[in-house]
């Protein structure tokens, strides 16, 4: 009785572990298919959608996990949820790459006007300052609060058009367009305090 208990455990155990040994190839090919899916757009999703790709990679390492302590059952169970998010990020990393190249030509076409004018506007904003700061007196519609202000802008929007060409130089258009605009919109707040109109 013994003797057949024994065999028949003994059995149960031979097909289990050729059950788990059937398994172990799918599993495998599973986690091999999902980190080859990933590198496809690895590098576009790490910049568009950082935080939703570090989600899939730990959800990868924890099924590596299950693999290499030979819970194969767990690894193909979760495969098929795993493959259905990989996809939805892929999508939406391609969705996301086409709204940042529309929004970088979109960008480098405002740089273009941004560069021949900006320039412009800091330079006459400096004249202006270097004038008034000669001058016995300043105007009567330019208080001495006023011109402390327009030389800490000019200041201000010197150091942000350095950092827009930086950044655009640097390939990033849309931050330098952001910038460019900044300096702008602080250029005639400048030209406001001198007591001069701002070009339109």
Do not use: H
């Not at 767990?74 to 949820?81: I, S, W």
């Not at 060409?165 to 931050?175: E, L, Q, R």
Request: positive net charge; proline residues 3%; aromatic residues 6%.
């Amino acid at each position: 009785m013994f003797k057949r208990s024994f065999l028949i455990t003994a059995v149960a155990m031979l097909a289990l572990a050729a059950g788990c040994a059937n398994q172990k190839g799918p599993a495998t090919k599973a986690i091999a298919d999902a980190e080859a899916a990933i590198a496809a757009f690895k590098d576009d999703a790490s910049r568009l959608l950082p935080n939703d790709l570090s989600s899939i990679e730990t959800t990868v390492a924890g099924l590596k996990d299950n693999l290499a302590k030979g819970d194969y059952k767990a690894v193909l169970a979760a495969a098929p949820e795993l493959t259905k998010k990989i996809t939805e990020l892929r999508d939406a990393t391609a969705a996301k790459k086409a709204e940042w190249e529309a929004a970088t030509a979109a960008a480098k076409e405002q740089w273009t006007a941004y560069a021949a004018d900006l320039p412009k506007m800091v330079e006459a904003i400096q004249s202006r300052v270097d004038i008034l700061g000669k001058a016995r007196r300043l105007p009567k519609n330019v208080s001495k609060e006023a011109f402390d202000g327009a030389k800490a802008g000019l200041d201000w929007m010197k150091a942000n058009w350095a950092e827009a060409n930086d950044a655009f130089n640097s390939g990033n258009a849309i931050d330098a367009a952001a910038k460019a605009q900044a300096v702008k919109d602080k250029g005639a707040e400048v030209l406001k305090q001198l007591g001069l109109a701002p070009s339109a």
